[in-house]
């Protein structure tokens, strides 16, 4: 309920916010949008991101005024920052905003050299969902159970493994988080994208990983990977009969991948009141909302400053996993 009260009020606001523009200086923001407003994807097209700033695009192009639609563009490089680096130095109007996913907050952490600071080169819009993961392990691991598996584990230190998509990734940062909170030696195996991963862990040349429900449930339930727990706040509709990290009490070791949408800094903020409400608008619809969920992904919204504070609580308690790990991508 208090959900969907913030996204009401923080609609309410942006509508006064935008109804309120005849003088002083708001010409700008009465003119918005005088153009497509164009969303940049730094991931290629099918990917989380990709798929959630599609769906919110759709709504939003619905809900801003004069109907002159919103497009997604694809601008896939360097984990992001080659979307992020154009975006930022996009003119702050409101035509150019990004979707990034949690990643975003690490940057820095993890790469020499960003052309961007990923919170005061941008405007926060709002929250758009969040997706947890889960951990599955091959068949033919000998753990029935979260307990088990780290049970198995401290029998056999540094026999096991968990593979990621590659360095600093969100299953990388997953694995290392559970390492520590669980007390166990498991060996990391990196990858260059998902798609071999998942083919080892399907042949069991790696035992364990940490991936987005929504991709890994198919495997769950047709019995080719065994789910353990999911690393979300609560239970998933995807897979209700797994328990959470914080039921087993590794609460420490939770992670959600999220995604936000931005806008260069210095976009006007009657723009931004705008741009929040045709987002908080869209996300309170039943339609959206059971598409996200559909993916394993809570809808969320509210105000601008919720995505400030979380990326700067995400890059400080990733970034001091990525710097007692020693993780730098190669």
Do not use: C
Request: glycine share 12%; hydrophobic share 45%.
């Amino acid at each position: 309920m208090r959900r969907r009260r913030v996204l009401r009020l923080s609609f309410a606001a942006a509508s006064v916010a935008a109804g309120s523009v005849a003088g002083g200086g708001a010409a700008q923001a009465q003119a918005f949008p005088s153009q497509p407003v164009r969303v940049v994807v730094g991931f290629p097209p099918g990917g989380a991101t990709d798929v959630i700033a599609r769906i919110v695009a759709e709504g939003m192009a619905e809900r801003l005024p004069g109907n002159r639609g919103v497009v997604v563009e694809n601008r896939s490089g360097a984990s992001g920052i080659v979307a992020g680096e154009a975006v930022a130095k996009a003119p702050p109007d409101g035509h150019t905003l990004m979707v990034v996913s949690s990643a975003h907050a690490t940057l820095r952490e993890l790469y020499a050299n960003v052309p961007f600071d990923p919170v005061e080169d941008f405007a926060p819009i709002a929250l758009l969902a969040s997706t947890p993961y889960v951990a599955v392990v091959h068949p033919g691991v000998p753990a029935n159970s979260m307990q088990e598996l780290i049970a198995l584990a401290k029998r056999r230190p540094g026999e096991l493994s968990y593979a990621a998509g590659g360095l600093g990734t969100a299953q990388h940062l997953a694995g290392e988080m559970f390492k520590r909170v669980a007390g166990v030696d498991i060996l990391h195996v990196s990858y260059r994208g998902s798609g071999a991963v998942r083919a080892d862990l399907l042949a069991g040349r790696v035992q364990l990983m940490f991936d987005n429900i929504a991709v890994m449930a198919p495997y769950v339930r047709r019995g080719e990977l065994r789910g353990l727990a999911v690393t979300g706040r609560s239970r998933n509709p995807l897979a209700p009969e797994l328990p959470t990290l914080r039921e087993l009490g590794l609460g420490g070791a939770e992670i959600e991948g999220w995604f936000a949408l931005l806008a260069p800094a210095g976009t006007p903020p009657e723009v931004v009141a705008a741009l929040n409400g045709a987002v908080n608008a869209t996300l309170a619809t039943d339609a959206v909302r059971q598409r996200l969920l559909a993916l394993g992904a809570e809808p969320l919204g509210g105000e601008p400053e919720r995505v400030t504070a979380l990326v700067r609580a995400e890059r400080e308690k990733w970034g001091r996993v990525i710097r007692e790990a020693g993780i730098r991508p190669e």
